[in-house]
């Protein structure tokens, strides 16, 4: 499969200038630095996703935040001087949000050509500002369509949004993905583009009730739950259908896994079979595949994360798929702090 060139294997920026507690300055100026970026470089990786939020680079009248951008300016010439690569991942737009946290109709956005017409706006901005850097840049149009009902819709805007920013910036790398949550399944029912940097993207945290054991975000998961990996398949599948009615993204997609009988335990086979409708469509169609998000939430098992990422990146580097680690510090998901101090070493050369 054609891999996505430069940006192989990464980790996501979460919570700095996306999924903030609040729109503070000192937090956007000290949560990540240049030491963070030097710190990333030397653990062997070759770029940055960066979440932003809308928010961070306009007004509520869309008008330009012009000290917005410079966050993203600067994560740049750190970058080059350490030798990264960055993804801007634009996690908010005016009018969508994918958190299930927030209560926001899901599908408006996709239905209003008002909203439709600010998307592409910030766009034009950013691919006109960055359209020079495109050694160095590549742009994720929308994180995690949530809705599947309207996937038609979604693809016109990102087709849409994709010449918008082809009249700028001819050469950056644009990356975008499908509805469920950016799910894997999502990814045959994305359009064909005839660009050659142009790549899908999707994300997995699966088995979801391993990767999100005890998360407070999800209405039925207990806090109290735990599972190591791997288990055995009949331990997963017999957890599986006190869970299995979660609408929440990766655990739907796992529980639809479980009906397959070619599952036959919980080791790389497991992804090799979810990766599937990616893997066969982006071979068809030679269009590269790119994990925008993986991950497994802190409070899990140290082995059992070991054991999982061992796993899952066997599957990434034979089907030569890039990727980005969910997350670099905090979000319940952070393998930067002093939580990590004895086991990061381990952790990131499995990234």
Known sequence: ?????????????????????????????????????????????????VPVDYEVLEMEDGSIRENGYEYLDNCLVWCRKYGLKMIIDLHRAYGYTFDPMNSDDKEKFFLDSDLQERFYKIWDVISKRYAEDSDDVAFELLN??????????????????????RKNA?????????????????????????????????????????????????????????????????????????????????????????????????????????????????????????VGEYGVIDIADYQSKINWLKDINSVFEKYNMARSYWSYRKMNFGIEGEDHIEVIDNL????
């Open 170 to 290: 001819p050469n950056n790398w644009i990356i975008f993905g499908g509805t469920d949550y950016n799910s894997v399944n999502a990814i045959p029912n994305l359009p064909n583009v005839d660009d050659m940097k142009v790549a899908y993207t999707f994300h997995c945290y699966d088995p979801f009730m391993f990767t999100h054991q005890g998360c407070h975000w999800v209405d039925t998961m207990p806090r109290d739950f735990r599972i190591n990996y791997p288990a055995s398949l009949d331990a997963y599948r017999l957890k599986d259908t006190t869970l299995s009615e979660n609408e929440v993204g990766g655990l739907k997609v796992f529980a639809q896994a479980f009906d397959n009988e070619r599952i036959t335990a919980i080791d790389p086979s497991l992804f090799e079979i979810i990766f599937e409708p990616a893997i066969k469509t982006c071979e068809e169609r030679n269009i590269p595949v790119y």
């Open 348 to 351: 990131v050369k499995l990234l």
């Open 1 to 49: 499969m054609r891999q996505l060139e430069g940006f192989v294997k990464g980790i996501n920026l979460g919570g700095w200038i996306s999924q903030y507690e609040k729109f503070d300055k000192h937090h956007f100026d000290t949560f990540i630095t240049r030491k963070d970026i030097e710190k990333i470089a030397s653990w062997g990786l070759d770029h940055v996703r």
């Open 144 to 165: 995690e369509i949530v809705s599947r009902n309207i996937y038609k819709e979604w693809n016109e805007i990102a087709l849409n949004c994709i010449s918008v920013i």
